[in-house]
């Protein structure tokens, strides 16, 4: 009696021990599935997920999240060339109609010359102004588009912002100047240095004065911090919180009127987010500030 216990307590103890073993290669393969998913997400790769387990219930779910993955390349594929069909189009049908502008332009030039009625005379302003403001968005969306597809800002360099933010107010000062804004400029006296790409840094900081240009009532504080942060900051009485957080939202204008594609901010938005850096905007007491940050040395 006392070895058949003996034998029995053996033959349990030897079936504890086999479940502990089933059960650490169980979890060996979850987690070699979990890593290798993980990889296959974050890489495009075409391998599949493989474990050395022969458990069969391991090697289903293998299979069934090969078969999600599989499913999922052909999706991301689809998407990947509709988009760049997309890209490639508003490109194309940008740049078709920049000729067709010009000569439009070149004709309204040469009637601005000719003897006309003072009813003429209003009704050509109104052509220009909508002709120029039509011209106006189709630049909008070719550079947006060009933007999209060039990703140019991901290839840095170290630049002075100081020197960035002092160029770009001087390109920008005819427009301030008419719009009667006369920007308080606050920078450090050590230079601030980061790395960003400067062609793409020059159109972030002049979209954003444009966008204080048409929004400001009249102000407009620049300040840079040593530690890299650039915020601009106006008045803006039309804006709300919800409004400002859909600033950066393509397409999207505070006004319905003839303020543009509303693409400015967007732009900023991608080309700052492409070298690293974060834009953000807050309201608070009718005052509109954009902040932003590019990363160090």
Same mark, same amino acid.
């Given at each position: ?59 289903? +779910?293998?299979? !069934?999240?090969? %078969?999600? =993955?599989?499913? $999922?390349?052909? &999706?991301?594929?689809? #998407? ?45 302003? +109104?052509?220009? !102004?909508?002709? %120029?403001? =039509?011209?106006? $968005?189709?630049? &909008?969306?070719?550079? #947006? ?153």
């Amino acid at each position: 009696m006392v070895y058949i216990l003996y034998a029995l307590c053996a033959a349990l103890a030897l079936a504890i021990l086999l479940l502990i073993w089933k059960i650490i290669l169980l979890r060996r393969s979850a987690e070699e599935l979990r890593r290798g998913l993980q990889d296959r997400l974050e890489t495009d790769t075409n391998t599949l997920l493989s474990i050395p387990s022969r458990d069969g219930a391991m090697r289903r +779910l293998a299979a !069934g999240l090969n %078969d999600q =993955l599989r499913r $999922l390349r052909r &999706e991301r594929r689809q #998407y990947q060339n509709g988009d760049r069909e997309l890209k490639e189009a508003v490109a194309g049908i940008s740049h078709d109609l920049r000729t067709p502008l010009t000569a439009i332009c070149g004709y309204l030039d040469l009637l601005e010359g000719e003897e006309k009625s003072e009813t003429a005379e209003r009704y050509l302003a +109104l052509i220009r !102004g909508r002709t %120029d403001h =039509l011209k106006e $968005l189709t630049e &909008e969306f070719f550079r #947006y588009s060009a933007v999209l597809s060039a990703g140019e800002a991901a290839k840095t360099e170290p630049v002075s912002l100081n020197r960035a933010v002092e160029e770009s107010l001087a390109a920008w000062y005819g427009v301030l100047s008419a719009k009667k804004i006369v920007p308080e400029v606050s920078l450090p006296e050590r230079e601030t240095v980061c790395r960003v790409n400067r062609e793409a840094l020059v159109r972030v900081l002049g979209n954003i004065l444009s966008n204080a240009a048409k929004y400001s009532v009249g102000d407009l504080r620049v300040r840079l911090t040593e530690d890299g942060t650039l915020t601009f900051s106006n008045r803006a009485p039309a804006l709300t919180p919800v409004l400002t957080e859909k600033l950066f939202d393509r397409y999207f204008t505070v006004e319905s009127g003839d303020q543009g594609a509303g693409l400015g901010l967007s732009i900023a938005r991608r080309l700052t987010e492409q070298m690293g850096g974060t834009v953000t905007a807050d309201w608070r007491e009718g005052v509109l500030t954009v902040c932003l940050r590019f990363p160090g040395l």
